[in-house]
């Protein structure tokens, strides 16, 4: 629950420090593309129980967490800290 708290700050941080309509498209863009890979993660691990696909989709999941941290920091400072603990 409180990595998807700081996930959701990190979200409405972004979205208020973006300069242009393409930088809140971007933070839109990133954060459904994360919630997507979430979602499909635990629907491998759990609900079709294959771990195995589920280590392969681990990591885009994580670089769907770093590479908003990455593209944050350079407009949106706190909004790529509050992504540290959810990697």
């Given at each position: ?22 930088q ?8 459904a ?7 499909l993660?635990s ?45």
């Amino acid at each position: 629950t409180l990595i998807f708290a700081l996930a959701t700050a990190s979200a409405v941080h972004a979205w208020r420090n973006a300069a242009s309509r393409a930088q809140r498209e971007w933070v839109i863009a990133l954060f459904a593309l994360n919630g997507f890979l979430n979602v499909l993660w635990s629907t491998l691990f759990f609900a079709l129980k294959r771990p195995d696909w589920a280590l392969i989709e681990v990591v885009f999941l994580w670089l769907s967490i770093l590479l908003p941290t990455i593209v944050f920091w350079r407009f949106a400072r706190p909004a790529s800290l509050y992504l540290v603990p959810y990697l």
